[in-house]
């Protein structure tokens, strides 16, 4: 089993930043990729941005040139760094890891609220 918990989310107005982390424990293969995922209301969950373990990286066409995505190996860390930020940012944001081959992971989740 793999846990995830996230840190980070809160209010801020439009045009600030915030700064997503996720800590990840347990039975982590050494080929994995992490990642953000987001879920506003009513609407489906979405792909925000992933990464590997050797730092490739994607993007979801929304954020590109706004979020950044990094990750900490030594310490099994991913973290999204959210500048610019929408209203329509707000939403969800949750934590995912997926051990190759094997399952996918999601933390709980963490609220972004973004004020127009």
């Known amino acids: 089993q793999v846990q995830l918990v996230e840190s980070g989310g809160g209010l801020v107005q439009a045009g600030g930043s915030l700064r997503l982390s996720c800590a990840a424990s347990?039975?982590?293969?050494?080929?994995?990729?992490m990642g953000w995922y987001r879920q506003a209301p009513r609407k489906q969950r979405e792909l925000v941005a992933t990464?590997?373990?050797?730092?490739?990286?994607n993007y979801a066409d929304s954020v590109k040139g706004r979020f950044t995505i990094s990750r900490d190996n030594a310490n099994n860390t991913v973290y999204l760094q959210m500048n610019s930020l929408k209203p329509e940012d707000t939403a969800v944001y949750y934590c995912?890891?997926?051990?190759?081959?094997?399952?996918?992971?999601w933390g709980q989740g963490t609220q972004v609220t973004v004020s127009s």
């Open positions: 995912n890891l997926v051990n190759v081959p094997g399952s996918p992971y």
């Open positions: 347990g039975r982590i293969f050494s080929s994995n990729y």
């Open positions: 990464i590997t373990r050797g730092g490739s990286t």
